[in-house]
């Protein structure tokens, strides 16, 4: 990336930022900061070696998805990839789909670079780094980060132990000896143990597994089995996700369909 484009990157980061509710350094919940900006978020367990998230346009809505059987703390990543691709990359394109390899994979092109740079800037600002070291961390400047210090900037703003020492190295706050030292701490250690050491938040390291579709969605799956689009045992298990049964909706279904051959129709390929 162009240093000119990293410099508009971290402008629209933080312009988000801005508008977000924030603890003392991290955003308190980006789901909740999806909601506010109008994006519609669906959350739903496809299972670990799925697609880690998407984002797509659907009329004039912006709708992300996320998978929830991953951990937190890569979920959250995820999401803020997906805010960004929203804010740098949609007005020239329809969808992104993104999994580990063209998120963390070295392969990735260039608008997958800058989702992450964005992700990065949005969750963990420089200036924000720059304070906690300077104001949480006395030992800092003399000892360096021990892998308890990661677990305590991770807590604070919310990410990965992963993602903290990326960010920590690509802003010059480690060197890549320092980053293999704490890697091997926390391979001894664990994480989950880490955190609990500091209090911290342990619900980053387990996977959330949460089932969260906006109860709008129901009409576009009611439109699409009326239309022929899904059979009646994708609108049963949509249904399902809201504690519902055909007879609760009733008035919505036109006379009963023929059966067509299963689309998944944005809800409907959901257990794939």
């Given at each position: 990336?162009?240093?000119e484009?990293?410099?508009?990157?971290?402008i629209?980061?933080?312009?988000?930022?801005?508008?977000?509710?924030?603890?003392?350094?991290?955003?308190?919940?980006?789901?909740?900061?999806?909601?506010?900006?109008?994006?519609?978020?669906?959350?739903?367990?496809?299972?670990?070696?799925?697609?880690?998230?998407?984002?797509?346009?659907?009329?004039?809505?912006?709708?992300?998805f996320?998978?929830?059987?991953?951990?937190?703390?890569?979920?959250?990543?995820?999401?803020?990839?997906?805010?960004?691709?929203?804010?740098?990359?949609?007005?020239?394109?329809?969808?992104?789909?993104?999994?580990?390899?063209?998120?963390?994979?070295?392969?990735?092109?260039?608008?997958?670079?800058?989702?992450?740079?964005?992700?990065?800037?949005?969750?963990?600002?420089?200036?924000?780094?720059?304070?906690?070291?300077?104001?949480?961390?006395?030992?800092?400047?003399?000892?360096?980060?021990?892998?308890?210090?990661?677990?305590?900037?991770?807590?604070?703003?919310?990410?990965?132990?992963?993602?903290?020492?990326?960010r920590?190295?690509?802003?010059?706050?480690?060197?890549?000896?320092?980053?293999?030292?704490?890697?091997?701490?926390?391979?001894?250690?664990?994480?989950?143990?880490?955190?609990?050491?500091?209090?911290?938040?342990?619900?980053?390291?387990?996977?959330?597994?949460?089932?969260?579709?906006?109860?709008?969605?129901?009409?576009?799956?009611?439109?699409?089995?009326?239309?022929?689009?899904?059979?009646?045992?994708?609108?049963?298990?949509?249904?399902?996700?809201?504690?519902?049964?055909?007879?609760?909706?009733h008035?919505?279904?036109?006379?009963?369909?023929?059966?067509?051959?299963?689309?998944?129709?944005?809800?409907?390929?959901?257990?794939?």
């Amino acid at each position: 990336m162009q240093k000119e484009q990293k410099k508009d990157i971290r402008i629209r980061a933080e312009r988000f930022r801005e508008n977000c509710k924030i603890n003392r350094y991290g955003i308190i919940d980006l789901f909740k900061e999806c909601e506010r900006c109008g994006y519609k978020l669906l959350r739903y367990p496809l299972g670990e070696e799925a697609a880690l998230g998407f984002v797509t346009k659907k009329d004039t809505d912006m709708i992300i998805f996320t998978n929830t059987s991953v951990r937190l703390s890569r979920e959250l990543f995820t999401l803020a990839h997906e805010i960004g691709h929203i804010l740098l990359h949609m007005e020239n394109m329809d969808s992104f789909v993104d999994d580990k390899k063209t998120i963390f994979g070295k392969g990735m092109d260039e608008r997958e670079r800058e989702a992450n740079y964005f992700a990065a800037c949005l969750l963990m600002p420089e200036d924000e780094v720059e304070k906690f070291l300077d104001l949480e961390l006395d030992s800092f400047e003399k000892y360096g980060l021990s892998a308890i210090d990661i677990a305590r900037i991770m807590s604070e703003f919310n990410v990965s132990f992963d993602m903290a020492l990326n960010r920590l190295e690509n802003l010059h706050k480690i060197n890549s000896d320092e980053r293999l030292k704490l890697d091997s701490e926390r391979n001894r250690v664990r994480v989950g143990n880490l955190l609990k050491s500091v209090g911290g938040n342990s619900r980053l390291n387990v996977a959330s597994m949460e089932m969260d579709i906006p109860y709008e969605y129901m009409n576009y799956v009611i439109y699409n089995y009326n239309h022929h689009a899904i059979p009646l045992e994708t609108l049963e298990r949509a249904l399902g996700y809201y504690n519902l049964s055909i007879e609760d909706i009733h008035d919505k279904i036109v006379s009963h369909l023929p059966e067509e051959e299963e689309l998944d129709a944005l809800i409907g390929g959901l257990d794939d």
